[in-house]
């Protein structure tokens, strides 16, 4: 996993650079918020940790900035500030999350782990044939219809949609559901087919595998 780290805090820095590295992150470190920014243009990060007050560019305008680029990555907010009023203004600027320092870093691995699973709902609608999901509103057609997905429901189809044309393991399922629970994917792909019918997209058993979403032959 790419991380941007971005703290001007030095010594902060190299502990949380060494700790993250031992937590398998391949981290790129920025200690200011123009070289936060430059780096955010240059390369693809899977997540950024991103403190408020930075010289150059301060943490909010970098975040602010960011988000109105269109890009989706999750930030997870560092702040030495308490007060409410500077989690709000994170938060509606865009962090997904955030700590206040001092904090101890199984949090941070724990609230990074949490993101990352979790992903970010991404802005537009992703189609094939007659399916839609729409994901900001969390909505589905089939035909232009409107579909009821259970939340299982919905975090499967979604994965099955972005990864499209690839084999879906039975442990990724069981990890975008955030359980433990394998015994019932069968179930939730029985209910998926059922839902689909007539979207011109169908769900293939991949034998030893997992499953595949593709588009069908005939079209609706
Ligand atoms: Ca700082």
New binding site residues.
């Given amino acids: 996993m790419n991380l941007l780290l971005v703290e001007?805090?030095t010594v902060l820095a190299d502990a949380l650079q060494q700790q993250l590295g031992r937590a398998s992150f391949k981290v790129e470190w920025a200690d200011n918020g123009a070289v936060a920014e430059y780096l955010l243009r240059k390369q693809d990060f899977d997540i950024a940790v991103l403190?408020l007050?930075?010289p150059m560019v301060d943490g909010l305008t970098v975040l602010k900035r960011v988000r109105e680029a269109g890009r989706s990555l999750p930030i997870l907010v560092l702040t030495a500030l308490d007060a409410l009023e500077h989690r709000v203004a994170g938060l509606q600027a865009g962090a997904d999350d955030y700590l206040t320092k001092p904090f101890d870093f199984p949090e941070l691995e724990a609230r990074l782990q949490a993101l990352l699973r979790r992903g970010r709902p991404a802005g537009p609608a992703i189609q094939l044939r007659g399916l839609s999901l729409d994901r900001s509103a969390r909505r589905a057609t089939v035909a232009g219809e409107p579909v009821e997905l259970s939340p299982r429901e919905w975090t499967l189809l979604e994965l099955l949609l972005t990864e499209r044309d690839r084999v879906v393991t039975k442990p990724q399922i069981v990890e975008a559901w955030g359980s433990e629970d394998s015994g019932s994917i069968e179930v939730y792909i029985h209910r998926l087919r059922k839902k689909l019918d007539g979207s011109g997209v169908a769900v293939r058993t991949v034998r030893g595998l997992g499953y595949l979403l593709e588009a069908t032959a005939t079209s609706a």
């Fill in positions: 001007d805090d403190d007050g930075l």
